[in-house]
């Protein structure tokens, strides 16, 4: 049984923003993202069309998962399932370019792409569990409280993961650079 407004859930959820936000701003799509794409991919209409298959694969799911999320009791298991989904298909990513890499860089941008499917539709209903989540863990007025302290520490995250992706890609050639970017950012979702 859980305690509606305990003060443990909040520190779980500022800890979960502080590290998912570290972990997605490394893997930015208007940077980092982009800057992957464009070293296995001269085509400008690739860059783009990877980045918006990360975006637009979690909005797609949040149609179909709105529906049926509050019919959960519990989503707590679903939301593992998801993580594990986030944690794989980064860490995928990761291994294929550390892998492949440029020695054959269509089978590489493949694997980029299946990874990022791989993420992006699982984000859409982790997304969705996990306001369900915090709908049944917070009570509204407490709801704001622990929002502000999730962003705040979201906001500390991005700034750090700036300084180890600059760090990263200055100490280490492309593409392993980017592979070891990727495996970093599994282990941190």
């Known amino acids: 049984m859980f305690l509606l407004d305990d003060p443990k859930n909040n520190y779980k959820n500022i800890t979960h923003a502080f590290f ?53 009791k519990i989503v707590l298991p679903y939301l593992g399932k998801v993580f594990f989904f986030r944690f794989s298909a980064w860490f995928m990513i990761g291994i294929s370019i550390f892998f492949i890499g440029d020695s054959n860089k269509p089978l590489t941008l493949f ?46 995250a991005s700034i750090i993961s700036g300084g180890i992706a600059g760090y990263v890609l200055a100490n280490f050639e492309a593409p392993l650079s980017y592979a070891y970017l990727f495996c970093l950012v599994a282990f941190l979702c």
């Open 20 to 72: 998912l936000s570290l972990a997605i701003s490394i893997a930015e799509p208007s940077t980092i993202l982009s800057l992957m794409i464009h070293h296995f991919s001269d085509s400008v209409i690739i860059v783009g069309l990877f980045v918006s298959l990360l975006r637009s694969g979690s909005i797609l799911v949040q149609l179909y998962a709105a529906f049926h999320a509050q019919e959960y």
């Open 111 to 156: 694997f980029i792409g299946l990874g990022l499917f791989f993420f992006s539709v699982p984000a859409g209903f982790g997304s969705i569990y996990f306001k369900e989540l915090q709908a049944k863990l917070f009570s509204k007025e407490y709801r704001g409280k622990t929002m502000a302290n999730r962003n705040i520490a979201g906001s500390i």
